[in-house]
C-alpha cells in the first residue's frame, strides 16, 4: 500500500524564519494534498500538486513525482502558521487517501 | 470546490451512549468519506461511503460501531455508538473537490470526547 512519510516531526520558529517541510511518499501515488491543521482542528487544504511548483503568497510546494517526494516551503513564518502540516497521498480522485504522519509547526513571537 | 457542513462541531459524550455526526455538501457528489483523528495523531480512514450502497470499511473498524447512512448524494451521517474513553477524537468527512484532479475536501470535524 501507499507509504508517506514526513520530517521532521516538530519544528519550531521564530517569527520572520523561514522553514522548508518534507514529504516522502511510495510509489503508485499519482496525486499529493498538502493541509495545515490549526490549533482547532480545522484542516485547511493548501495545494493540491501531483507534481511541478504552486505560489500561494508566502506559502509554496515542489512535487517531484519521478523522485517521490514533495516539499513545502514556508517564508518570514507568523504565529498563525503554527498547527500541524500533512501531506496526503492518493492513487486517483476517487481513491482514499493517506495521510503523513505530520509536522507540527510552532512559530513564536 | 465543495463546501462541506459538519455538525456538531463538538461534543462531550456519557461512555456508553451514542453519537451522530452529520455532514451535508453544497453539490452532488458520489462518495464521501469518513476520518478519525486520535489525539496527537495523524488522520485514519474509517469508512467510504457511496449512495445507494453499504459503506465500504476499513480494516479496524466494523459497521456496529460506526454504522454510516448516505440517503443521498450531498448528504451522509456517522454514528459513534456505545462510546468509550477511546472514542474521544476528531471525526472528519471529506469528499472530492470539484472532481478528479482537484484533491479533496474535508469537513471543519468534530471533535469529541467520551467521559
Known amino acids: 500500500g501507499i507509504q508517506v512519510e514526513q520530517s521532521p516531526p516538530d519544528l519550531i520558529l521564530q517569527e520572520g524564519a523561514n522553514s522548508t517541510l518534507r514529504c516522502n511518499f511510495s510509489?503508485?501515488?499519482?496525486?499529493l494534498q498538502w493541509f495545515h491543521q490549526n490549533p482547532w482542528g480545522q484542516l485547511i487544504n493548501l495545494f493540491y500538486?501531483?507534481?511541478g511548483t504552486k505560489q500561494n503568497g508566502r506559502l509554496s510546494a515542489t512535487t517531484v513525482a519521478t523522485e517521490r517526494y514533495s516539499l513545502l516551503y514556508i517564508s518570514s513564518s507568523q504565529t498563525t502558521d503554527s498547527g500541524v502540516y500533512f501531506c496526503?497521498?492518493?492513487?486517483?480522485?476517487?481513491?482514499?487517501?493517506?495521510f503523513g504522519p505530520g509536522t507540527s509547526l510552532s512559530v513564536i513571537p | 470546490s465543495a463546501v462541506i457542513s459538519q455538525k456538531p462541531s463538538r461534543d462531550i459524550c456519557q461512555r456508553g451512549t451514542s453519537l451522530t455526526i452529520q455532514c451535508q455538501v453544497d453539490?452532488?457528489?458520489?462518495?464521501m468519506f469518513w476520518y478519525r483523528q486520535q489525539p496527537g495523531q495523524s488522520l485514519t480512514l474509517i469508512a467510504t461511503?457511496?449512495?445507494?450502497?453499504?459503506?465500504?470499511?476499513e480494516s479496524g473498524f466494523v459497521i456496529d460501531k460506526f454504522p454510516i447512512s448516505r440517503p443521498n448524494l450531498t448528504f451522509s451521517t456517522l454514528t459513534v455508538s456505545n462510546m468509550s474513553p477511546e472514542d474521544s477524537s476528531i471525526y472528519l468527512c471529506?469528499?472530492?473537490?470539484?472532481?478528479?484532479?482537484?484533491?479533496?475536501?474535508f469537513g471543519s470535524g468534530t471533535r469529541l470526547t467520551v467521559v
Open positions: 471529506s469528499v472530492p473537490s470539484a472532481g478528479p484532479n482537484y484533491g479533496y475536501t
Open positions: 510509489d503508485s501515488v499519482n496525486n
Open positions: 500538486i501531483p507534481s
Open positions: 496526503a497521498a492518493f492513487k486517483t480522485s476517487y481513491d482514499k487517501v493517506i
Open positions: 453539490s452532488q457528489v458520489t462518495m
Open positions: 461511503a457511496n449512495q445507494g450502497s453499504e459503506a465500504t470499511y
